[in-house]
């Protein structure tokens, strides 16, 4: 994804980026903390599992509890949406 792209979203009201996944490279790791740290971001993990199919284990990219604490101060309580 094109930084420009990105810096866009940030400005549309991106609050957080999934930067810990397997199929992340170091080098794009390192840019995409960059970022996040000069718009204060949320940086996530991978820790999702979608089966067999995929070679993700449960857990392998963690959220840190700081960042876990600030997705939860940003929680607006809203009724979940239903289709």
Do not use: F
Request: cysteine-free; hydrophobic content about 30%; aromatic content about 2%.
């Amino acid at each position: 994804m094109p930084v420009a792209y990105l810096e866009r979203l940030i400005a549309e009201g991106l609050g957080g980026l999934e930067i810990g996944h397997r199929e992340n490279t170091e080098d794009g790791k390192r840019m995409l903390r960059k970022i996040a740290a000069r718009h204060d971001l949320i940086v996530t993990g991978s820790s999702d599992y979608h089966g067999a199919g995929k070679p993700n284990l449960p857990g392998e990219n963690t959220t840190s509890d700081e960042m876990v604490s600030r997705i939860i101060e940003r929680a607006t309580g809203s009724e979940p949406r239903t289709p």
